[in-house]
Nanobody
Framework: HLQLVESGGGLVQPGGSLRLSCVAS????????VGWFRQAPGAEREGVSC????????TYAESVKGRFTNSRDNAKNTVFLEMNSLKPEDTAVYYC????????????????WGQGTQVTVSS
């Protein structure tokens, strides 16, 4: 059974930090390009960051550049999203997704999705 499971979400004050984890079971995440997406209430799902299979290149949405860091730990079959200097507008359900494409692409190219983890930034 192929599965992605996110964890690490929660409630944090503005300026705080969280680290999200995305663990794969049933397949080797190191053979996939992995993206992080988020969806706020009433909004479309949007790309946040991606780490490609090709040379491990990471990309970030402009809104999170300099604050979020995407990384892999292949030994743990896990991808992490370190989020710092969080803002209320970062509040959303965060999803990880995997694709066999060697480069980062649009949302509809991803084959496997996690169930999401809620991140709420509020004082």
């Amino acid at each position: 059974h192929l599965q992605l499971v996110e964890s690490g979400g929660g409630l944090v004050q503005p300026g705080g930090s969280l680290r999200l984890s995305c663990v794969a079971s049933g397949f080797t995440l190191g053979y996939y390009t992995v993206g992080w997406f988020r969806q706020a209430p009433g909004a479309e799902r949007e790309g946040v960051s991606c780490i490609s299979l090709s040379r491990g290149i990471t990309t970030y949405a402009e809104s999170v550049k300099g604050r979020f860091t995407n990384s892999r730990d292949n030994a743990k079959n896990t991808v992490f999203l370190e989020m710092n200097s969080l803002k209320p507008e970062d509040t959303a359900v965060y999803y990880c997704a995997a694709t066999l494409s060697i480069t980062c692409g649009p949302l509809d190219e991803y084959d496997y999705w996690g169930q999401g983890t809620q991140v709420t930034v509020s004082s």
